[in-house]
C-alpha cells in the first residue's frame, strides 16, 4: 500500500530512552509504525503485526500499530530512531537535517520474526566483526 509516512518524537520514546537506546521497552516504543485502522483492515494485520516499509531510499521491517489518532488513510507516523534513519533521504540539501516529513513510502505485511534490534540492524548494515 502506498503511504506518506511522517516521523518525529513520542512521550514514549522519550520516557524509555532513559532505559538505553539498547533495552527492549525503547525498541518496543520505537520500532513501530503507527497506521490507520481502516488501513491496517485493508491490509488485513492485527495490532503489532510486522510490516516492511519501503522507500526509495530504504526497507525496514517494524511492528505495525494501529493508530489511536485519525482518521488519516494513507497517513503512517513512525518515531525517530535507527529505524526511521534507514528509510530517509540522507541528504540534507543545506539544510542540515534531512527531510522527516511526507515521504513518499509503501507498507506491506512481513514475517513476524523479522524485526531487528539496533544491534542485529547495525551488524546488517554494516557487518559483524567489531574490533
Not at 38 to 63: P, Q, S
Amino acid at each position: 500500500m502506498k503511504v506518506t509516512l511522517l516521523t518525529g518524537r513520542t512521550i514514549d520514546q522519550g520516557a524509555t530512552k532513559e532505559h538505553g537506546k539498547l533495552s527492549t521497552i525503547y525498541f518496543d516504543n520505537v520500532a513501530i509504525c503507527e497506521i490507520d485502522p481502516e488501513d491496517m483492515k485493508t491490509l488485513k494485520l492485527k495490532d503489532n503485526a510486522t510490516v516492511k516499509v519501503t522507500t526509495e531510499h530504504g526497507e525496514v521491517n517494524v511492528r505495525g500499530r494501529t493508530s489511536k489518532r485519525g482518521p488519516h488513510p494513507g497517513v503512517v507516523y513512525m518515531p525517530y530512531g535507527i529505524w526511521t534513519n534507514i528509510i530517509i533521504d540522507p541528504q540534507t540539501h543545506g539544510t542540515g537535517m534531512p527531510t522527516y516529513k511526507g515521504i513518499k513510502a509503501e507498507i506491506a505485511p512481513a514475517p513476524a520474526e523479522s524485526v531487528f534490534s539496533p544491534e542485529e540492524l547495525l551488524k546488517n548494515l554494516f557487518g559483524g566483526g567489531g574490533r
